[in-house]
């Protein structure tokens, strides 16, 4: 039976068992976040340069295409160690290179990812939308559009955690299934919300414990300027410890290695725990091989 506590543990099973993956992974990105601090640098310099300038002197945007080169070598990156994680859960076998690939299976995982995502951006879209002028409707009629607005806001994000739990699982199928699956993801997870919830919501909270550790070891000293966005000299000073962060030393290189290996335990912890999942609900009887089941 497929519960909170059955993928917990499994996930956690999983990390035991791929100790030497876990570190390729953390290597990796300790060598994406050292190219990360050279291209954004300039980003954070250019911020800095645009704040110390006097008000009417119109400077220029701080660059914005390392910034976009950046974000998309995340997304390739994410990708291939996301695929890397599920192959690493349905396909044990397939344990050379640290189960790393790059090929189809890794595209198709992408094209699944960027489907789900334009997805659910168009479908927020919408309901903003709908909310508004439902909004709009009710505090032309009789008031009372503040509390509306609460309740919008908190209908999208009970329908956002929804859909995110019901199509979790579409990432691993994809792979198991090696073409980009959405509906039977959206099948598999049917009368299984609750306990999935339940699993990815204590997944999470280690995360936020994790990613918490990593802001504090890197920001710490400006958090409390990040909480000022409007007072320029707080953004100066938050820029400027942006740009501390990214300048290659000895107290930074220790730091992305710690932050790295981090991030690689909260990479395995969050694929694996969809993983295992996808695993326990495709293989309930326990007798039939995962690649199987869609023959």
Not at 75 to 90: C, I, K, T, Y
Not at 112 to 135: E, N, P
Request: overall charge positive; hydrophobic content about 60%; glycine content about 8%.
């Amino acid at each position: 039976m497929v519960t909170v506590g059955s993928i917990l543990s499994g996930t956690f099973r999983f990390i035991g068992n791929n100790i030497r993956a876990l570190l390729v992974w953390s290597a990796i990105l300790f060598l994406f976040s050292l190219v990360m601090m050279a291209m954004m640098r300039p980003f954070y310099e250019a911020q800095i340069a645009m704040l110390q300038q006097q008000a009417g002197t119109g400077p220029a945007l701080p660059p914005m295409g390392a910034f976009l080169l950046a974000m998309l070598l995340g997304v390739v990156v994410f990708v291939v160690l996301a695929a890397a994680a599920f192959r690493a859960v349905l396909f044990p076998e397939q344990s050379r290179f640290a189960y790393l690939r790059l090929g189809m299976d890794e595209l198709r995982l992408l094209g699944c990812v960027l489907i789900l995502l334009v997805g659910f951006y168009l479908l927020m879209v919408v309901a903003a939308i709908a909310g508004a002028m439902m909004m709009a409707l009710v505090a032309s009629s009789r008031g009372g559009s503040a509390i509306f607005l609460l309740l919008v806001g908190a209908a999208m994000i009970v329908l956002g955690v929804w859909l995110a739990t019901r199509l979790a699982l579409a990432g691993p199928m994809t792979i198991l299934r090696r073409k980009i699956v959405i509906g039977p993801a959206w099948r598999l997870t049917r009368g299984h919300f609750w306990q999935l919830l339940g699993a990815y919501i204590a997944i999470m909270l280690i995360l936020f414990v994790a990613y918490a550790g990593i802001f504090l070891i890197r920001m710490g000293p400006a958090m409390t300027d990040m909480f000022h966005p409007t007072d320029q000299a707080a953004a100066l000073r938050v820029a400027t410890a942006q740009v501390s962060a990214y300048t290659l030393s000895l107290k930074t290189i220790v730091v992305v290695l710690v932050t790295s290996l981090i991030m690689g335990f909260a990479h395995a912890l969050y694929a694996g725990s969809v993983a295992v999942a996808t695993a326990q609900l495709l293989d309930r009887g326990g007798g039939q091989r995962l690649s199987e089941v869609f023959e």
